[in-house]
């Protein structure tokens, strides 16, 4: 249903864009989150953009530093990620959610569909 993509390697400072793109199903109704899980830690949240309205929400740890945004006539919500540090390394997962789900946007349990990750090393 949905498939993440963009990942990669790069240096500290860095900027890379994620992208995730899915069915029109998904992107027509529902709300869209992107968390990550690095190497022996819980996948944590790190943005969510609703459908109505395409408000945003981040993490205090990205915050002004990642943007997200989505495009719906592509059925893409993308992940601006500048300034990248160290510890931004992880693997990162576009989820989708109903937006009767609730307002706890940043429980990965309220998410019904997952992307596959994608690998994001930040080299210091």
């Known amino acids: 249903q949905l498939q993440a993509s963009g990942g990669g390697l790069v240096q500290a400072g860095d900027s890379l864009r994620l992208s995730c793109a899915g069915s029109?199903?998904?992107?027509?109704?529902?709300?869209m989150g992107w968390f990550r899980q690095a190497p022996g830690k819980e996948r944590e949240f790190v943005a969510h953009i609703t459908w109505v309205g395409g408000f945003t929400a981040f993490a205090d740890s990205v915050k002004g530093r990642f943007t997200i945004s989505r495009d719906n006539a592509k059925n893409t919500v993308y992940l601006q990620m500048n300034s990248l540090k160290p510890e931004d390394t992880a693997i990162y997962y576009c989820?989708?959610?109903?937006?009767?789900?609730?307002?706890?946007?940043?429980?990965?349990?309220?998410?019904?569909?997952w992307g596959q990750g994608t690998l994001v090393t930040v080299s210091s």
């Open positions: 029109r199903r998904i992107f027509s109704v529902y709300n």
């Open positions: 989820a989708a959610r109903r937006p009767e789900s609730g307002s706890d946007y940043y429980l990965a349990s309220l998410y019904q569909y």
